[in-house]
């Protein structure tokens, strides 16, 4: 009995150590195929680079940019992606764009019906930092896939809005009207403002997040020409809308009227006190600098800064801010224009 199990012990051990040495020489090999691969994919690069550095430059295409191998069309593609981080005019960029489409497009469309959820990301990424356009329609139909992932769902929408495509309307607010706030901004932001505006005239038709995320990418485009749009929306509605609007208000720095705007430095509400401070601040509105004043002393951290931050914007803040260092018995005011007016020296 203790013979048997040894045997069986001395074959399982035996078994293993075999297994080991398949797998060991499995790696083994598959590491110098991947050597071997880099190795070629550094001499296409080598090749390559000049002349896609004289199309860019120049405009001039070589007949030996051709590539026939998915190793020559990587070391394209890994050459293509170092000149988006340096280039800046927009005739290069064209040409980059160009040269994507003439050397990756069918090589691109294949990566798009890949199984691999990190093949399809990394071609969309390539393909939106490429901005090839002329593969629209391709990343258009991967929506109709089975079980995409929610962050490729988001980088589509992202493509179709850069490629500025005429579908992605009916897109967001019909198929895809349960995002995030934060999703509905990543989409919106690179739309022009033509496409934009569709979504400003669909606002009081759209869910919370949606018209959050209208206002924010407003307000980060710092467009004064939805001023209008913005105080329609801060005088008609309530609650987070409302704040937003102003919010987006206080980034443009300028409205018509600061009547409405005055009045709410003596809001309930401190955040409300808060965003007024940033808006009168950018506004220069001489007669709110008394309420600045009283605002250095206000509960609410956030508010006294603020206050503090609008008079330095003042031709006289310094003068006003060293007033009530040397003149307020609140400390807390004394702490924050002794800041500020350390900020305006800095």
């Known amino acids: 009995m203790f013979t048997n199990e040894l045997l069986f012990l001395s074959i399982l051990t035996l078994s293993l150590l075999v297994l080991l040495v398949i797998l060991l020489g499995y790696l083994t090999i598959r590491k110098t195929v991947e050597i071997r691969k880099r190795k070629k994919v550094e001499r296409y690069r080598e090749i390559y680079n000049p002349l896609i550095s004289s199309n860019l430059i120049e405009g001039v295409i070589s007949r030996k940019l051709t590539p026939e191998t998915i190793l020559q069309q990587k070391a394209i593609e890994q050459l293509l992606s170092r000149y988006t981080k340096v280039i800046e005019g927009e005739e290069e960029k064209a040409r980059l764009a160009r040269l994507a489409s003439m050397y990756l497009s069918n090589y691109y469309q294949k990566q798009l019906q890949s199984h691999k959820w990190s093949t399809r990301m990394n071609t969309l990424y390539h393909i939106e930092d490429f901005n090839m356009i002329d593969l629209t329609d391709d990343v258009f139909r991967l929506l109709n896939r089975k079980r995409l992932s929610h962050q490729e769902i988001i980088y589509i929408l992202r493509i179709l809005a850069l490629f500025q ?3 992605l309307f009916d897109l967001l607010t019909t198929k895809y009207q349960d995002l995030t706030e934060f999703d509905y901004r990543h989409v919106l932001i690179p739309l022009e403002q033509k496409k934009f505006d569709q979504y ?21 485009k710092r467009e004064v020409s939805y001023n209008h749009f913005l105080e329609k929306i801060f005088s008609s509605y309530s609650g987070e809308i409302r704040l937003r609007a102003l919010k987006a208000l206080a980034e443009i720095g300028y409205v018509k009227d600061s009547a409405p705007y005055l009045e709410l ?19 220069k509105e001489g007669k709110a600098i008394p309420r600045l004043i009283e605002l250095l002393h206000d509960r609410t951290w956030w508010v006294r800064s603020q206050a503090g931050e609008a008079i330095s914007q003042f031709t006289q803040g310094k003068a006003i801010l060293q007033t ?21 020296g800095e």
């Open 165 to 167: 495509c005429n579908q």
């Open 200 to 220: 400003v005239l669909h606002f009081h038709h759209a869910g919370l997040p949606l018209q959050k995320a209208i206002i924010d990418v407003i307000a980060s």
């Open 324 to 344: 009530v260092l040397e003149t307020s018995t609140d400390p807390f005011a004394k702490d924050m224009a002794w800041e500020w007016l350390h900020k305006g």
């Open 265 to 283: 430095l003596y809001s309930d509400k401190w955040e409300e006190r808060l965003v007024a401070a940033k808006l009168i601040g950018s506004l």
